[in-house]
């Protein structure tokens, strides 16, 4: 049995056009930080080392899942940490982020160091150095599901911060996550799906 996030935990990933409220548990994942313009080729490449390893453990648990309850998963959407900015204007090449790939629970650490060694093994590169297993638990969230450019953005954070305003919620975190639910190198930007984040009390 394949293990699907889209099937499996819609709860995470079923946001709506309109602002609602999620409780988001202790989550795993593989994770690289990175500073500057998401459009630079830099961020690609770090999403890059990133996606290399975690297809590296998909595959390595589907060839050991012999008696298991999920014999295979499908690799979760890539996720972005972004710092707020104190800034009149955004400066994108003063970004900070971490990106990530959410990992199954059945994928522990042991099983991500050697995927990552054999990564390594197969092709040098610096940045995979830079990519770490851990966790993450952001709690009870607003989001909202963004459908447009990435630009655009600024439309659905105004949304959120008015729901947050008529339920008397404020913002916990620094920064706030985006769910990149297609890829933006094959879907017209128009089209694009991302869950956006804050963490609220």
Known sequence: MKYEWKRQEKEFYGAKKSPTLVTVPVQNYIMISGKGNPNDSDFSNRVSALYSLAYAIKMAYKAA????????????????????????????????????????????????????????????????????????????CVEILHIGTFDDEPISFEKMEQFMLSNNLERTKSYHREIYLNNANRVEKSKLKTILRYAVK
């Open 65 to 140: 899942a012999t008696q298991n309850e999920f014999d295979d998963f499908t690799v979760f959407p890539l996720e972005g940490i972004w710092q707020s900015i104190e800034e009149t204007e955004l400066v994108k090449e003063n970004l900070e982020y971490t990106i990530m790939i959410r990992q199954p629970e059945f994928i522990c650490k042991d099983m991500v160091k050697a995927a990552l060694e054999r990564v390594k093994l197969k092709k040098s590169n610096p940045l995979l150095d830079e990519i770490s297993f851990d966790t993450m638990q952001d709690g009870k």
